[in-house]
Antibody, heavy 122, light 107 residues
């Protein structure tokens, strides 16, 4: 059974870099049948799609975060990561890593990690 | 970006009630609207994909409908475990966007 789990620092200083990792068990991030994404939710606000990556290496980032966000994968550890530079208070949010199928056209993510709260504060 | 607007933002109902939540997209999304249930302290759970397709394992009391820019989620008879926040989501074109959520509370 596939499981995703986010990890990283729960507190980040403003202007610094946020780095989160999603550990995957029960599947491989090299599986070409799925995509791997990050989604976040600031308290009291709607969910926000951050970006998506494929086994092929192709990546798409939300244009609103394109200048600051980077996605990467480590197949040897079977994990994928989010790096967000120059963080500020508005980046305080619950961050989720998710998986979605490519077998169905435009299928939404159906497997989510439990989420990790990240606070940006000095 | 495609804006997704849900209504109502909150809803009070009783166990056994039938409730409907609506979602309007700012552009046609070709039917690629999905619905998630989010309970406190848990990850969002996919209920319905592509307007009306029930995810495996989701109770039949949940249903979805719509077309073009207007979509809805209906729960035919509320159970205690259905009280949660519901989000619509468009997977038609990136950046993929979500509605602001509808909080379903016990009356």
């Amino acid at each position: 059974q596939i499981q995703l789990r986010e990890s990283g620092p729960g507190l980040v200083t403003p202007s610094q870099t946020l780095s989160l990792t999603c550990s995957v068990s029960g599947d491989s991030i090299s599986n070409p049948s799925y995509y791997w994404s990050w989604i976040r939710q600031p308290a009291g606000k709607r969910l926000e799609w951050i970006g998506r990556m494929y086994a092929s290496g192709t990546k798409y980032i939300n244009p609103s975060l394109e200048s600051r966000a980077t996605l990467s994968g480590d197949t040897s550890k079977n994990e994928f990561s989010l790096r967000l530079t120059s963080v500020h208070a508005a980046d305080t949010a619950m961050y989720y890593c998710v998986r979605g199928p490519l077998s169905t056209v435009r299928a939404p993510p159906d497997i989510w990690g439990p989420g990790m709260m990240v606070i940006v504060s000095s | 970006d495609i804006q997704m607007t849900q209504s109502p933002s909150s809803l009070s109902a009783s166990i056994g009630d039938r409730v409907t939540i609506t979602c309007r997209a700012s552009l046609s999304v070709g039917g690629y609207v999905n619905w998630y249930q989010h309970q406190p302290g848990k990850a969002p759970k996919l209920l319905i994909l592509s307007t009306s397709n029930l995810k495996s394992g989701v109770p039949f009391r949940f249903s979805g409908s719509g077309s073009g820019t207007d979509f809805s989620l209906t729960i035919s008879s509320l159970h205690a475990e259905d009280f949660a926040t519901y989000y619509c989501h468009q997977s038609s074109s990136p950046p993929y966007t979500f509605g602001q959520g509808t909080k379903l509370e016990i009356k």
